[in-house]
Protein backbone atom coordinates (compact mmCIF):
# COMPACT_ATOMS: atom_id res chain seq x y z
CA UNK A 1 0.00 0.00 0.00
CA UNK A 2 1.49 3.50 -0.50
CA UNK A 3 2.69 5.04 2.62
CA UNK A 4 1.13 8.24 3.74
CA UNK A 5 3.40 11.75 2.65
CA UNK A 6 3.12 13.10 6.04
CA UNK A 7 6.10 12.50 8.59
CA UNK A 8 6.02 12.05 12.25
CA UNK A 9 7.78 15.69 12.16
CA UNK A 10 4.98 17.28 10.03
CA UNK A 11 3.06 16.12 12.32
CA UNK A 12 3.63 18.05 14.89
CA UNK A 13 4.85 21.09 12.82
CA UNK A 14 2.85 24.27 14.38
CA UNK A 15 0.04 25.62 11.99
CA UNK A 16 2.03 28.58 11.32
CA UNK A 17 4.56 26.54 9.67
CA UNK A 18 2.28 25.37 7.10
CA UNK A 19 0.00 27.78 6.68
CA UNK A 20 -2.96 25.22 7.59
CA UNK A 21 -4.76 25.21 10.55
CA UNK A 22 -3.04 22.16 12.82
CA UNK A 23 -6.14 20.32 14.25
CA UNK A 24 -7.01 19.55 10.38
CA UNK A 25 -3.82 18.25 9.35
CA UNK A 26 -3.43 16.27 12.38
CA UNK A 27 -6.96 14.77 11.78
CA UNK A 28 -5.97 14.20 7.77
CA UNK A 29 -3.04 12.51 8.89
CA UNK A 30 -4.77 10.15 10.85
CA UNK A 31 -7.15 9.33 8.33
CA UNK A 32 -4.41 8.80 5.94
CA UNK A 33 -2.24 7.09 8.52
CA UNK A 34 -5.70 4.39 9.35
CA UNK A 35 -5.81 3.71 5.36
CA UNK A 36 -1.95 2.91 4.95
CA UNK A 37 -2.48 0.26 7.86
CA UNK A 38 -5.80 -1.33 6.37
CA UNK A 39 -8.64 0.87 7.90
CA UNK A 40 -8.43 -0.02 11.43
CA UNK A 41 -5.73 0.43 14.34
CA UNK A 42 -5.24 1.43 17.66
CA UNK A 43 -4.61 4.54 19.47
CA UNK A 44 -1.22 3.75 20.20
CA UNK A 45 -0.25 2.77 16.91
CA UNK A 46 -1.06 5.72 15.59
CA UNK A 47 1.01 7.77 18.32
CA UNK A 48 3.99 5.59 17.47
CA UNK A 49 3.48 6.26 13.82
CA UNK A 50 2.32 10.18 14.33
CA UNK A 51 4.28 11.06 16.92
CA UNK A 52 1.19 13.04 18.71
CA UNK A 53 0.20 12.47 22.46
CA UNK A 54 -2.14 9.71 22.98
CA UNK A 55 -4.45 12.33 24.68
CA UNK A 56 -4.75 14.62 21.25
CA UNK A 57 -5.21 11.52 19.07
CA UNK A 58 -8.16 10.61 21.43
CA UNK A 59 -9.67 14.36 21.46
CA UNK A 60 -8.95 14.09 17.14
CA UNK A 61 -10.70 10.25 16.97
CA UNK A 62 -13.79 11.34 18.81
CA UNK A 63 -14.34 14.25 16.77
CA UNK A 64 -14.47 12.54 13.74
CA UNK A 65 -16.02 9.08 15.53
CA UNK A 66 -18.72 12.36 15.66
CA UNK A 67 -18.95 13.31 12.72
CA UNK A 68 -18.83 9.60 10.81
CA UNK A 69 -15.59 9.60 9.36
CA UNK A 70 -14.38 7.09 12.12
CA UNK A 71 -15.70 4.20 13.61
CA UNK A 72 -15.07 2.44 17.09
CA UNK A 73 -15.15 -0.84 17.12
CA UNK A 74 -16.09 -3.18 20.00
CA UNK A 75 -12.62 -4.12 20.46
CA UNK A 76 -11.56 -0.56 21.05
CA UNK A 77 -9.99 -0.26 17.62
CA UNK A 78 -10.89 2.81 15.25
CA UNK A 79 -11.60 2.12 11.71
CA UNK A 80 -12.73 4.22 8.55
CA UNK A 81 -16.25 5.40 8.61
CA UNK A 82 -18.93 5.06 6.31
CA UNK A 83 -18.74 8.95 5.68
CA UNK A 84 -15.50 8.62 3.87
CA UNK A 85 -17.06 5.92 1.27
CA UNK A 86 -19.14 9.68 -0.55
CA UNK A 87 -16.47 11.63 -0.29
CA UNK A 88 -14.31 9.09 -2.29
CA UNK A 89 -16.09 7.89 -4.85
CA UNK A 90 -17.28 11.06 -5.56
CA UNK A 91 -13.54 12.46 -5.88
CA UNK A 92 -12.76 9.15 -8.15
CA UNK A 93 -15.72 10.12 -10.38
CA UNK A 94 -14.29 13.25 -10.97
CA UNK A 95 -10.57 11.70 -11.37
CA UNK A 96 -11.99 9.44 -14.21
CA UNK A 97 -13.87 12.76 -15.88
CA UNK A 98 -10.50 13.76 -15.96
CA UNK A 99 -8.95 11.10 -16.84
CA UNK A 100 -11.32 10.18 -20.26
CA UNK A 101 -9.70 12.54 -22.79
CA UNK A 102 -6.27 10.83 -22.20
CA UNK A 103 -7.99 7.04 -22.08
CA UNK A 104 -9.70 8.01 -26.00
CA UNK A 105 -6.12 9.42 -26.86
CA UNK A 106 -4.96 5.65 -25.74
CA UNK A 107 -7.70 3.65 -27.48
CA UNK A 108 -6.85 5.74 -30.63
CA UNK A 109 -3.40 5.11 -30.80
CA UNK A 110 -3.65 1.38 -29.70
CA UNK A 111 -6.97 0.73 -30.66
CA UNK A 112 -7.45 -1.28 -27.75
CA UNK A 113 -9.79 -0.38 -24.29
CA UNK A 114 -8.11 2.07 -22.25
CA UNK A 115 -8.87 2.09 -18.13
CA UNK A 116 -7.88 3.92 -15.26
CA UNK A 117 -7.94 2.48 -11.75
CA UNK A 118 -6.78 3.24 -8.00
CA UNK A 119 -5.96 1.69 -5.10
CA UNK A 120 -8.81 2.14 -2.70
CA UNK A 121 -7.71 0.88 0.85
CA UNK A 122 -6.80 -3.27 0.10
CA UNK A 123 -8.39 -3.75 -3.64
CA UNK A 124 -8.26 -2.09 -7.13
CA UNK A 125 -11.02 0.39 -8.27
CA UNK A 126 -11.85 0.85 -12.26
CA UNK A 127 -12.60 4.85 -11.83
CA UNK A 128 -13.20 5.62 -16.04
CA UNK A 129 -13.19 3.05 -19.33
CA UNK A 130 -13.42 4.18 -22.61
CA UNK A 131 -13.81 1.34 -24.73
CA UNK A 132 -12.12 0.32 -27.91
CA UNK A 133 -13.63 0.37 -31.39
CA UNK A 134 -13.04 -3.48 -31.91
CA UNK A 135 -16.00 -5.56 -31.92
CA UNK A 136 -14.58 -7.75 -29.83
CA UNK A 137 -13.37 -5.70 -27.02
CA UNK A 138 -12.63 -6.16 -23.35
CA UNK A 139 -15.22 -4.50 -20.78
CA UNK A 140 -14.79 -3.76 -17.37
CA UNK A 141 -17.57 -2.08 -15.41
CA UNK A 142 -16.82 1.63 -13.67
CA UNK A 143 -16.99 0.79 -9.88
CA UNK A 144 -15.81 -2.62 -9.95
CA UNK A 145 -13.33 -3.99 -7.51
CA UNK A 146 -10.87 -6.94 -7.69
CA UNK A 147 -7.70 -7.58 -5.81
CA UNK A 148 -4.61 -6.41 -6.72
CA UNK A 149 -2.61 -9.76 -7.44
CA UNK A 150 -4.27 -10.68 -10.25
CA UNK A 151 -4.53 -7.49 -12.19
CA UNK A 152 -1.96 -5.24 -14.55
CA UNK A 153 -3.07 -2.42 -12.87
CA UNK A 154 -2.78 -3.95 -9.15
CA UNK A 155 1.01 -4.80 -10.19
CA UNK A 156 1.39 -0.78 -11.81
CA UNK A 157 0.37 0.25 -8.41
CA UNK A 158 1.81 -2.20 -5.73
CA UNK A 159 5.07 -2.25 -7.84
CA UNK A 160 7.49 0.24 -5.40
CA UNK A 161 5.51 -0.53 -1.88
CA UNK A 162 7.92 -1.90 0.44
CA UNK A 163 7.83 -6.05 0.84
CA UNK A 164 6.42 -6.44 4.18
CA UNK A 165 3.29 -3.77 3.58
CA UNK A 166 2.39 -6.04 0.10
CA UNK A 167 2.91 -9.08 2.41
CA UNK A 168 0.37 -7.50 5.19
CA UNK A 169 -1.95 -6.88 2.07
CA UNK A 170 -2.21 -10.27 0.82
CA UNK A 171 -2.45 -11.51 4.04
CA UNK A 172 -5.55 -9.37 4.58
CA UNK A 173 -7.03 -10.43 1.63
CA UNK A 174 -6.28 -13.46 0.40
CA UNK A 175 -4.99 -14.65 -2.87
CA UNK A 176 -7.55 -16.44 -4.68
CA UNK A 177 -6.90 -17.61 -8.31
CA UNK A 178 -9.19 -16.14 -10.82
CA UNK A 179 -7.72 -18.80 -13.44
CA UNK A 180 -5.23 -21.38 -13.14
CA UNK A 181 -2.60 -18.72 -14.52
CA UNK A 182 -3.41 -16.12 -11.81
CA UNK A 183 -0.36 -15.63 -8.90
CA UNK A 184 -1.09 -17.26 -5.33
CA UNK A 185 1.98 -16.76 -3.85
CA UNK A 186 3.22 -13.86 -1.84
CA UNK A 187 7.32 -14.90 -3.02
CA UNK A 188 5.45 -15.24 -6.76
CA UNK A 189 3.27 -11.74 -6.72
CA UNK A 190 6.85 -9.84 -5.16
CA UNK A 191 8.81 -11.48 -8.18
CA UNK A 192 6.24 -10.14 -10.66
CA UNK A 193 6.52 -6.67 -8.82
CA UNK A 194 10.64 -6.94 -9.38
CA UNK A 195 10.06 -7.38 -13.09
CA UNK A 196 7.18 -4.52 -13.10
CA UNK A 197 10.16 -2.59 -11.47
CA UNK A 198 12.49 -3.36 -14.03
CA UNK A 199 10.56 -3.23 -17.07
CA UNK A 200 8.88 -0.20 -16.35
CA UNK A 201 5.34 -1.76 -17.07
CA UNK A 202 2.91 -4.69 -15.53
CA UNK A 203 1.46 -7.45 -17.51
CA UNK A 204 -1.61 -9.16 -16.83
CA UNK A 205 -1.50 -12.19 -18.95
CA UNK A 206 -5.32 -14.68 -18.68
CA UNK A 207 -4.01 -14.20 -14.96
CA UNK A 208 -7.91 -11.88 -14.03
CA UNK A 209 -9.76 -13.45 -17.31
CA UNK A 210 -8.46 -16.50 -19.78
CA UNK A 211 -7.47 -14.94 -22.99
CA UNK A 212 -7.47 -11.24 -21.89
CA UNK A 213 -3.91 -9.34 -21.41
CA UNK A 214 -3.74 -6.42 -20.20
CA UNK A 215 -0.49 -3.82 -19.61
CA UNK A 216 -0.56 -1.11 -17.06
CA UNK A 217 1.72 1.36 -16.05
CA UNK A 218 1.06 3.35 -13.24
CA UNK A 219 0.33 7.05 -13.00
CA UNK A 220 4.16 8.48 -12.00
CA UNK A 221 3.43 11.23 -8.55
CA UNK A 222 -0.82 11.29 -8.93
CA UNK A 223 -2.69 12.76 -5.57
CA UNK A 224 -3.38 9.31 -5.34
CA UNK A 225 -2.02 6.09 -6.04
CA UNK A 226 -3.47 5.73 -10.04
CA UNK A 227 -2.79 3.42 -12.86
CA UNK A 228 -3.60 3.59 -16.80
CA UNK A 229 -3.95 0.37 -18.74
CA UNK A 230 -5.28 -1.03 -21.96
CA UNK A 231 -6.67 -4.41 -22.11
CA UNK A 232 -7.55 -6.78 -25.22
CA UNK A 233 -7.57 -10.22 -26.33
CA UNK A 234 -4.36 -12.39 -26.37
CA UNK A 235 -4.44 -12.60 -29.96
CA UNK A 236 -3.97 -8.31 -30.43
CA UNK A 237 -2.13 -7.76 -27.50
CA UNK A 238 1.19 -9.49 -28.53
CA UNK A 239 4.33 -9.46 -27.23
CA UNK A 240 5.05 -7.40 -30.29
CA UNK A 241 1.74 -5.26 -29.93
CA UNK A 242 3.76 -4.64 -26.19
CA UNK A 243 6.81 -3.25 -27.46
CA UNK A 244 4.60 -0.85 -29.51
CA UNK A 245 1.85 0.09 -26.77
CA UNK A 246 4.02 0.51 -23.36
CA UNK A 247 5.59 3.95 -24.70
CA UNK A 248 2.28 5.13 -25.66
CA UNK A 249 1.14 4.08 -22.04
CA UNK A 250 4.14 5.63 -20.90
CA UNK A 251 3.62 9.08 -22.58
CA UNK A 252 0.17 9.28 -21.50
CA UNK A 253 0.47 8.14 -18.08
CA UNK A 254 3.12 11.42 -17.70
CA UNK A 255 1.07 13.71 -19.49
CA UNK A 256 -2.20 12.78 -17.52
CA UNK A 257 0.38 13.12 -14.39
CA UNK A 258 1.41 17.03 -15.79
CA UNK A 259 -2.75 17.52 -16.02
CA UNK A 260 -3.64 16.78 -12.52
CA UNK A 261 -0.72 18.45 -10.75
CA UNK A 262 -1.27 21.60 -12.62
CA UNK A 263 -4.93 20.89 -12.25
CA UNK A 264 -3.79 21.00 -8.43
CA UNK A 265 -1.84 23.69 -8.59
CA UNK A 266 -5.06 26.13 -9.67
CA UNK A 267 -6.92 24.99 -7.25
CA UNK A 268 -4.60 25.71 -4.61
CA UNK A 269 -4.10 29.14 -5.83
CA UNK A 270 -7.77 29.61 -5.80
CA UNK A 271 -7.75 28.96 -2.24
Request: net charge negative; glycine share 8%; charged share 20%.
Amino acid sequence: MPTSSASTTDAAKPAAATGGVQSLERAFDLLERMADAGGEVGLSELSSSSGLPLPTIHRLMRTLVACGYVRQQPNRRYALGPRLIRLGESAARLLGTWARPYLARLVEETGETANMALLDGDEIVYVAQVPSKHSMRMFTEVGRRVLPHSTGVGKALLAHTPPEEVRALLARTGMPAATEKTITTPDGFLDALEQVRSAGYALDDSEQEIGVRCIAVSVPDSPTAAAISISGPAGRVTETATERIVPILQGIAKELSTALANTAAANNGQS
